[in-house]
């Protein structure tokens, strides 16, 4: 109770010191604009005496300047026969509208409180707050510990890799010997120049070229520590990529860590802001990756090599977050891969790795409906990648067996020459 007498009386304070003005009685009449400007003309009569005393102004300019001046008193003395006074509006209606203004603001003010506020909530003390983010902390630690480290989901990442490599789905990785070769050595001349920067940033990017995504999280890992308090957003972000790469599209504590990083930098960066999403969908939280994703399809570019990934698993995103959106593909369209016909090498490459680690890894690990197997098969096919469509039809005839949507995957298969009619 005591708060809000204090509060009142303050508001009341306040306010009836700026009304002041506003309130104080008046007796003036008002005056004519002609009036003032006689009494300037009077002013400056009085100034040509004296300028004319000092020897400013010669007897001839004193009494040209002074027919002048004279003439426009003449002239105002005839405007203020005919000019109406201002007149103030009456005390009693300036004092209501003060009146009223205060009203406003207090109970305005007390409404809106009592509407959005929290009355008769307690105070919040600093040891509080101390050990409300201290449970934060424990709890995001006891979330991390409860979760595949980034060592362990490499590991099996690299089980199942070898596993489907062994079976009819064929590697996803073109070797090129000749850059596998100058990369090695590479790697080994780096062995004894640990600190050169350059050196180790040429070999990060290269190694993911090659797609040996755990050797370039290492060496990515080596250019952040070299760079220390240098590092940027892109170095941080492109560390976090590497090891979701590394294990085979999951997100780790220690690459959330590297994307948290990035975005305490640069919250605005495009490719932070999709991995932003990417995680938010891993760790359960569709609604805010679907805010993230959306907001980078409105922005574009449509080249942006993200951009065919959030296709193929916004659909999704959007049904779990109970957001419906009739717009958003389920998966990359033909016009999406057609698309990477305009782009350099590099691009399609990495528009492909995107692609693959998105919507192939997805429905690896997570499955996904009929059509966005079909969708998957189609954009092989445009592609001309019929051995990678060849398998994903092998694989989806087993989990749609007994499923009416098989048809539309046999479908695409077939419009991508690895079916029959």
Not at 134 to 147: H, P, V
Not at 380 to 405: C, H, K, M, P, S
Request: no cysteine; charged share 25%.
């Amino acid at each position: 109770m005591m708060f809000w007498i204090f509060m009142a009386a303050m508001t009341l304070v306040l306010l009836g010191w700026m009304l002041i003005p506003f309130l104080r009685r008046s007796d003036s009449g008002g005056e004519r604009r002609a009036s003032y400007d006689m009494q300037v003309f009077r002013d400056q009569l009085i100034e040509i005496d004296s300028d004319l005393n000092k020897g400013i102004l010669t007897e001839t300019e004193s009494q040209r300047s002074k027919a002048e001046i004279s003439r426009r008193l003449l002239a105002a003395a005839e405007a203020e026969q005919v000019e109406t006074a201002t007149k103030n509006a009456p005390q009693w209606v300036t004092q209501v509208a003060g009146l009223g203004i205060i009203a406003v603001i207090v109970i305005g003010g007390f409404a809106t409180y009592q509407s959005i506020g929290t009355p008769g909530a307690r105070d919040f003390p600093l040891t509080d707050n101390v050990a409300l983010q201290a449970q934060m902390r424990q709890d995001r630690e006891a979330l991390d510990a409860s979760r595949t480290s980034q060592a362990e989901a490499e590991a099996i990442f690299e089980t199942r890799r070898a596993a489907l490599e062994e079976g009819s789905f064929p590697s996803i990785n073109t070797v090129n010997q000749e850059q596998n070769d100058l990369v090695n050595q590479l790697k080994e001349a780096l062995v004894t120049r640990p600190d050169d920067l350059e050196g180790h940033q040429m070999l990060a990017r290269n190694l993911a070229g090659l797609q040996r995504f755990v050797e370039a999280r290492l060496a990515q890992g080596t250019v952040i520590a070299l760079l220390a308090e240098n590092a940027t957003a892109v170095d941080h972000i492109a560390h976090a990529e590497l090891m979701i790469n590394a294990a085979g599209g999951y997100v780790s504590p220690e690459a959330f860590r590297a994307l948290e990083k990035a975005l305490v930098l640069d919250a605005s960066n495009p490719r932070g802001r999709y991995f932003a999403g990417y995680t938010a969908n891993q760790y359960g939280y569709p609604e805010q990756a679907y805010r993230l994703w959306a907001g980078l399809l409105e922005e574009g570019p449509e080249d942006a090599p993200w951009i065919p990934s959030i296709r193929a698993q916004i659909g999704a995103i959007a049904e779990a977050a109970g957001i419906t959106r009739p717009d958003v593909l389920r998966g990359p369209s033909e016009q999406d891969i057609e698309a990477a016909g305009d782009m350099s090498a590099d691009e399609q490459t990495e528009m492909i790795r995107n692609m693959v680690a998105g919507l192939a890894s997805r429905l690896a690990n997570e499955g996904g409906p009929a059509e966005e197997w079909a969708r998957l098969i189609g954009a092989y096919g445009v592609l001309n990648e019929t051995e990678r469509a060849a398998a994903i039809w092998a694989e989806a005839q087993q989990i749609f067996a007994d499923d009416e949507g098989l048809a539309s995957i046999r479908a695409a298969a077939i419009s991508a020459g690895v079916a029959s009619e």
